[in-house]
Protein backbone atom coordinates (compact mmCIF):
# COMPACT_ATOMS: atom_id res chain seq x y z
CA UNK A 1 0.00 0.00 0.00
CA UNK A 2 0.83 3.50 -0.32
CA UNK A 3 1.67 6.07 2.79
CA UNK A 4 1.91 9.90 2.46
CA UNK A 5 4.73 11.09 4.38
CA UNK A 6 7.61 9.44 2.46
CA UNK A 7 7.78 10.20 -1.12
CA UNK A 8 10.16 10.81 -4.09
CA UNK A 9 9.72 14.04 -6.41
CA UNK A 10 11.07 14.48 -10.34
CA UNK A 11 11.03 17.76 -11.87
CA UNK A 12 10.46 16.85 -15.85
CA UNK A 13 10.89 19.17 -18.63
CA UNK A 14 11.34 18.88 -22.38
CA UNK A 15 14.76 19.54 -23.61
CA UNK A 16 15.33 20.32 -27.08
CA UNK A 17 19.24 19.70 -26.54
CA UNK A 18 18.53 15.83 -26.31
CA UNK A 19 18.57 13.37 -28.74
CA UNK A 20 14.51 12.51 -29.87
CA UNK A 21 13.27 10.08 -27.48
CA UNK A 22 15.76 10.04 -24.68
CA UNK A 23 16.21 10.95 -21.20
CA UNK A 24 18.54 12.92 -19.10
CA UNK A 25 18.96 12.51 -15.34
CA UNK A 26 20.17 16.13 -14.94
CA UNK A 27 20.71 15.87 -11.42
CA UNK A 28 20.25 13.43 -8.08
CA UNK A 29 22.12 12.83 -5.00
CA UNK A 30 23.79 8.47 -4.20
CA UNK A 31 22.43 7.65 -7.41
CA UNK A 32 23.60 6.98 -10.87
CA UNK A 33 22.65 9.81 -13.62
CA UNK A 34 23.02 7.08 -16.18
CA UNK A 35 19.29 6.91 -17.21
CA UNK A 36 19.69 3.18 -18.01
CA UNK A 37 21.06 2.56 -14.46
CA UNK A 38 18.42 5.05 -12.47
CA UNK A 39 15.37 3.84 -11.76
CA UNK A 40 13.80 7.03 -12.75
CA UNK A 41 15.76 7.06 -16.16
CA UNK A 42 14.67 3.61 -17.18
CA UNK A 43 10.64 4.11 -15.75
CA UNK A 44 10.24 7.58 -17.80
CA UNK A 45 11.89 6.17 -21.30
CA UNK A 46 9.62 3.23 -20.79
CA UNK A 47 7.11 5.93 -20.51
CA UNK A 48 7.95 8.08 -23.66
CA UNK A 49 8.02 4.67 -25.57
CA UNK A 50 4.20 3.56 -24.60
CA UNK A 51 2.96 6.96 -25.52
CA UNK A 52 4.91 6.62 -28.80
CA UNK A 53 6.38 10.13 -28.83
CA UNK A 54 10.18 11.28 -29.97
CA UNK A 55 10.40 14.42 -27.35
CA UNK A 56 13.44 14.27 -25.69
CA UNK A 57 13.21 14.87 -21.43
CA UNK A 58 15.29 15.88 -18.41
CA UNK A 59 14.81 14.98 -15.11
CA UNK A 60 15.99 16.58 -11.61
CA UNK A 61 15.18 13.34 -9.02
CA UNK A 62 14.79 14.70 -5.35
CA UNK A 63 14.91 11.06 -3.08
CA UNK A 64 12.37 11.15 -0.38
CA UNK A 65 12.63 7.51 -0.11
CA UNK A 66 15.38 6.30 2.13
CA UNK A 67 17.73 3.54 -0.02
CA UNK A 68 17.95 -0.19 0.76
CA UNK A 69 15.21 0.26 3.73
CA UNK A 70 12.68 -1.57 2.55
CA UNK A 71 10.53 1.18 1.79
CA UNK A 72 10.24 0.69 -2.02
CA UNK A 73 12.60 3.43 -2.66
CA UNK A 74 13.38 2.30 -6.22
CA UNK A 75 9.64 1.88 -7.09
CA UNK A 76 8.76 5.38 -5.49
CA UNK A 77 11.57 6.88 -7.85
CA UNK A 78 9.97 4.98 -11.11
CA UNK A 79 6.02 6.30 -10.28
CA UNK A 80 7.38 9.79 -10.08
CA UNK A 81 9.24 9.19 -13.37
CA UNK A 82 6.11 7.63 -15.10
CA UNK A 83 4.28 10.44 -14.59
CA UNK A 84 6.23 11.91 -17.49
CA UNK A 85 3.10 11.25 -19.04
CA UNK A 86 1.72 14.32 -17.67
CA UNK A 87 3.79 16.53 -20.22
CA UNK A 88 1.98 14.95 -23.19
CA UNK A 89 -1.41 15.13 -21.57
CA UNK A 90 -2.20 12.24 -19.33
CA UNK A 91 -2.65 9.93 -22.07
CA UNK A 92 -1.09 6.57 -21.10
CA UNK A 93 -4.07 3.84 -19.01
CA UNK A 94 -3.58 2.92 -15.64
CA UNK A 95 -1.88 -0.08 -16.58
CA UNK A 96 0.56 1.55 -18.63
CA UNK A 97 1.75 3.89 -15.98
CA UNK A 98 2.03 0.82 -13.82
CA UNK A 99 4.00 -1.17 -16.41
CA UNK A 100 6.10 1.81 -17.25
CA UNK A 101 7.22 1.63 -13.65
CA UNK A 102 7.36 -1.85 -13.79
CA UNK A 103 10.29 -2.14 -16.35
CA UNK A 104 12.42 -0.18 -13.55
CA UNK A 105 11.58 -2.46 -10.85
CA UNK A 106 12.59 -5.64 -13.26
CA UNK A 107 16.13 -4.06 -13.98
CA UNK A 108 16.98 -3.19 -10.37
CA UNK A 109 14.87 -5.38 -7.86
CA UNK A 110 13.23 -7.97 -10.21
CA UNK A 111 9.92 -8.06 -12.09
CA UNK A 112 7.25 -7.55 -9.22
CA UNK A 113 4.24 -4.70 -9.00
CA UNK A 114 3.38 -5.06 -5.07
CA UNK A 115 5.23 -1.48 -4.64
CA UNK A 116 4.99 0.15 -7.95
CA UNK A 117 1.20 -0.21 -8.40
CA UNK A 118 0.44 1.28 -5.08
CA UNK A 119 2.95 3.88 -5.46
CA UNK A 120 1.51 4.98 -8.53
CA UNK A 121 -2.21 4.33 -7.93
CA UNK A 122 -2.08 5.32 -4.28
CA UNK A 123 -4.47 2.60 -1.34
CA UNK A 124 -3.95 -0.84 -1.58
CA UNK A 125 -3.72 -2.81 -4.75
CA UNK A 126 -3.78 -6.64 -4.91
CA UNK A 127 -1.99 -7.57 -8.21
CA UNK A 128 -3.74 -10.26 -9.59
CA UNK A 129 -1.54 -11.91 -12.13
CA UNK A 130 1.24 -10.52 -14.90
CA UNK A 131 -0.21 -12.77 -17.68
CA UNK A 132 -2.29 -11.47 -17.95
CA UNK A 133 -2.00 -8.27 -16.37
CA UNK A 134 -4.44 -7.56 -14.06
CA UNK A 135 -4.59 -5.22 -11.16
CA UNK A 136 -7.09 -4.82 -8.58
CA UNK A 137 -7.19 -1.88 -6.39
CA UNK A 138 -8.91 -2.10 -3.06
CA UNK A 139 -11.27 0.71 -2.07
CA UNK A 140 -11.06 1.24 1.77
CA UNK A 141 -14.30 3.18 3.55
CA UNK A 142 -13.17 6.72 4.08
CA UNK A 143 -14.07 6.32 7.14
CA UNK A 144 -11.04 4.03 7.67
CA UNK A 145 -8.26 6.19 9.46
CA UNK A 146 -5.18 3.28 9.02
CA UNK A 147 -1.85 4.68 9.87
CA UNK A 148 1.62 3.00 9.63
CA UNK A 149 4.81 3.40 12.17
CA UNK A 150 7.76 3.00 9.98
CA UNK A 151 11.01 2.58 11.79
CA UNK A 152 14.09 1.99 10.01
CA UNK A 153 17.28 1.16 11.87
CA UNK A 154 21.11 2.41 10.63
CA UNK A 155 21.31 -1.34 9.57
CA UNK A 156 21.84 -2.55 5.36
CA UNK A 157 19.81 -5.31 4.68
CA UNK A 158 20.42 -6.59 0.94
CA UNK A 159 17.26 -7.86 -0.83
CA UNK A 160 19.57 -10.25 -1.80
CA UNK A 161 20.70 -11.30 1.09
CA UNK A 162 16.93 -11.19 2.18
CA UNK A 163 15.65 -13.43 -0.67
CA UNK A 164 18.53 -15.86 -0.13
CA UNK A 165 17.16 -16.77 3.18
CA UNK A 166 13.29 -17.26 1.83
CA UNK A 167 12.64 -21.67 2.72
CA UNK A 168 12.85 -23.09 -0.84
CA UNK A 169 10.13 -25.29 0.29
CA UNK A 170 7.01 -24.01 1.96
CA UNK A 171 5.14 -26.74 4.92
CA UNK A 172 1.61 -27.22 3.46
CA UNK A 173 0.22 -25.62 7.05
CA UNK A 174 1.78 -22.55 6.63
CA UNK A 175 1.13 -22.05 3.04
CA UNK A 176 -2.42 -22.43 4.16
CA UNK A 177 -2.18 -20.43 6.63
CA UNK A 178 -0.51 -17.42 5.01
CA UNK A 179 -3.26 -17.71 2.06
CA UNK A 180 -5.79 -17.59 4.62
CA UNK A 181 -4.03 -14.46 6.20
CA UNK A 182 -3.90 -12.82 2.44
CA UNK A 183 -7.51 -13.14 1.73
CA UNK A 184 -8.15 -11.69 5.94
CA UNK A 185 -5.97 -8.81 4.59
CA UNK A 186 -8.23 -8.01 1.31
CA UNK A 187 -11.45 -8.52 3.98
CA UNK A 188 -10.08 -6.24 6.20
CA UNK A 189 -9.57 -3.57 3.66
CA UNK A 190 -12.86 -3.77 1.98
CA UNK A 191 -14.05 -3.48 5.48
CA UNK A 192 -12.28 -0.76 6.83
CA UNK A 193 -11.32 -3.38 9.55
CA UNK A 194 -8.28 -1.70 10.81
CA UNK A 195 -7.48 -4.57 14.03
CA UNK A 196 -8.06 -6.99 11.32
CA UNK A 197 -5.43 -5.37 8.92
CA UNK A 198 -2.86 -5.43 11.53
CA UNK A 199 -3.66 -8.98 13.20
CA UNK A 200 -3.20 -10.68 9.14
CA UNK A 201 -0.16 -9.18 8.54
CA UNK A 202 1.20 -10.26 11.80
CA UNK A 203 0.68 -13.39 10.91
CA UNK A 204 2.87 -14.27 8.72
CA UNK A 205 4.17 -18.17 8.86
CA UNK A 206 6.90 -17.75 5.57
CA UNK A 207 8.86 -14.93 5.18
CA UNK A 208 9.06 -12.89 8.54
CA UNK A 209 9.92 -15.84 10.69
CA UNK A 210 13.24 -16.69 8.39
CA UNK A 211 14.12 -12.86 7.50
CA UNK A 212 13.54 -11.43 11.55
CA UNK A 213 16.86 -13.20 12.59
CA UNK A 214 19.03 -11.37 10.24
CA UNK A 215 17.57 -8.09 11.77
CA UNK A 216 18.84 -7.55 15.06
CA UNK A 217 16.41 -6.32 17.53
CA UNK A 218 13.34 -7.56 15.16
CA UNK A 219 11.42 -9.51 17.30
CA UNK A 220 11.72 -7.50 20.44
CA UNK A 221 10.89 -4.23 18.27
CA UNK A 222 7.47 -6.76 16.87
CA UNK A 223 7.18 -7.47 20.96
CA UNK A 224 7.47 -3.27 21.83
CA UNK A 225 4.83 -2.11 19.37
CA UNK A 226 2.41 -4.55 19.88
CA UNK A 227 2.69 -3.85 23.92
CA UNK A 228 2.42 -0.10 23.13
CA UNK A 229 -1.13 -0.64 21.00
CA UNK A 230 -0.05 -1.22 17.87
CA UNK A 231 -2.83 -3.57 15.93
CA UNK A 232 -0.18 -5.54 14.19
CA UNK A 233 3.77 -5.22 13.18
CA UNK A 234 5.82 -6.90 10.82
CA UNK A 235 8.60 -6.17 8.67
CA UNK A 236 8.63 -3.57 5.58
CA UNK A 237 9.19 -5.24 2.58
CA UNK A 238 12.66 -6.94 2.82
CA UNK A 239 13.88 -4.85 5.68
CA UNK A 240 15.39 -3.69 8.03
CA UNK A 241 12.54 -0.97 8.55
CA UNK A 242 9.47 -2.09 10.72
CA UNK A 243 6.05 -1.62 10.37
CA UNK A 244 3.31 -1.09 12.75
CA UNK A 245 -0.51 -0.57 11.85
CA UNK A 246 -2.40 1.46 14.13
CA UNK A 247 -6.01 3.49 13.92
CA UNK A 248 -5.51 6.71 14.11
CA UNK A 249 -2.44 9.07 14.66
CA UNK A 250 -2.90 9.11 18.93
CA UNK A 251 -0.11 6.17 19.71
CA UNK A 252 2.10 7.08 16.75
CA UNK A 253 4.79 8.86 19.17
CA UNK A 254 4.19 5.86 22.06
CA UNK A 255 4.76 3.31 19.22
CA UNK A 256 7.65 5.44 17.78
CA UNK A 257 9.67 5.58 20.79
CA UNK A 258 8.97 1.89 22.03
CA UNK A 259 10.29 0.40 18.85
CA UNK A 260 12.88 2.67 17.98
CA UNK A 261 14.61 1.72 21.93
CA UNK A 262 13.82 -1.81 21.51
CA UNK A 263 15.86 -1.33 18.15
CA UNK A 264 18.71 0.43 20.82
CA UNK A 265 18.21 -2.41 23.21
CA UNK A 266 18.11 -5.42 21.55
CA UNK A 267 19.76 -5.01 18.76
CA UNK A 268 21.89 -1.69 19.36
CA UNK A 269 21.14 -0.50 16.42
CA UNK A 270 19.70 3.53 16.06
CA UNK A 271 16.91 3.73 14.46
CA UNK A 272 14.83 6.45 13.07
CA UNK A 273 10.65 6.69 13.01
CA UNK A 274 8.21 8.31 10.80
CA UNK A 275 4.24 8.17 11.38
CA UNK A 276 2.30 8.06 8.35
CA UNK A 277 -1.16 7.47 7.37
CA UNK A 278 -2.61 5.46 4.16
CA UNK A 279 -2.20 7.85 0.75
CA UNK A 280 -5.53 7.10 -1.51
CA UNK A 281 -3.66 8.85 -4.09
CA UNK A 282 -0.50 7.88 -5.60
CA UNK A 283 1.73 9.56 -7.88
CA UNK A 284 0.49 13.12 -8.41
CA UNK A 285 1.50 16.00 -10.43
CA UNK A 286 1.98 19.16 -8.08
Same mark, same amino acid.
Not at 61 to 83: D, F, I, R
Not at 153 to 182: G, I, W, Y
Not at 207 to 225: F, Q, S, Y
Given at each position: ?22 ? #? ?15 ? @? ?21 ? +???? +??? $? ?18 ? /??? /????? $? ?5 ? &? *? !?? @? ?16 ? =? ?6 ? !? ?13 ? !? ?10 ? /? ?25 ? $? ?11 ? #?? *?????? =?????? +????? &? ?28 ? %????? /? ?6 ? #? ?8 ? !? ?5 ? %?? =???
Amino acid at each position: CAVDALGDTVIATLDPTLPPGTV #SIASVTRLSKDPLRNCA @GVAAIAALRALGVRHAVSIHLTK +GVPL +GSG $LGSSAASAAAAAKVDALFGS /RLS /RDDLV $LAGLESE &K *A !VS @GFHADNIAPAILGGFVLV =RSYDPFHL !VPLASPPALRLHFVL !VTPDFEAPTSKM /RAALPKDVLVQHHVRNSSQAAALVAAV $LQGDAGLIGSAMS #SD *AIVEPT =RAPLIP +GMAAV &KAAALQAGALGCTISGAGPTAVAVIDGEDK %GEEVA /RRMVDAFW #SAGNLKATAT !VAQLDRL %GA =RVI
